[in-house]
Structure formats: C-alpha cells, structure tokens
C-alpha cells in the first residue's frame, strides 16, 4: 500500500471515538460521503463528509504506534469490504431497462388490443 493514498488520524466522537483511516482508493460514488476504516469497529464505514470532517485529527506524537496498527487491521478488513463501488452504475441500467420492458409489454397490449377490435369487426362484417 502507497503512504500517499492512506491518512491515518483519529476520529474525536466521544464514546464512538476510534483511531481511523482513510484510503483514498475508495469512493462512495457521492460526494457527502466518505468510507473510512474504524479501528474499534474493525471495518470500513461510509460517513457523511459534513458530520466527520471536523471530528478528524492527525494522530500525535504519543500515537505514532498506531499507524502500523491501524495499516495491519485495514489491510486484514480490506478483502472483506464490498462498498458500492461498481454496483451504483447496474441500478440505473436496470431500472432503465425495466421501463423499456414495461414500455414494450404495453405497447405489445395495444397492438393486440387493436387486432381484437378487427378481428371482431372482420367476424361481424362476415355475418
């Protein structure tokens, strides 16, 4: 893992408080979040950007042992992760192509529709 793509500090929140870091390699896909692995937690958390930024410090001087903590637990964390990443672009094309079958199936309903009225009119014209 390159230094420069991971910041480790401290997330200040109280009793939820817990060393972090952050991977820049993961995106939410939204701009008001921000995954960030939770030491206490063991895991990797999507957080909204307006509420955790200003809780966020680097870690000081008296801390600097858990960077190698915080590295080795996110790198055993890290296979496990399944964020959004990727599946954020199926939804749309999905729900796309369920409107396009829904489009077809009522167009199809009209056809057949209106071959019922001829064929009705035809067998009446013939009587």
Known sequence: MSDKQLWVGYLEAGAKSSPVLIDD?????NPK???IFNLVR?????YSREIVEPKLRRLRDGESDLAGELEAAYSKAR????GRIGRGFEGP??????RQEASEAEE????REGDTDEVEWDEAEEA
């Open 25 to 29: 390699r993961l995106d939410t896909g």
């Open 33 to 35: 979040t921000q995954f």
């Open 42 to 46: 063991g895991e990797i958390l999507e």
């Open 79 to 82: 296979p496990a992760f399944n």
């Open 93 to 98: 094309a999905r729900e796309a192509s369920r």
């Open 108 to 111: 199809s309903e009209e056809q």
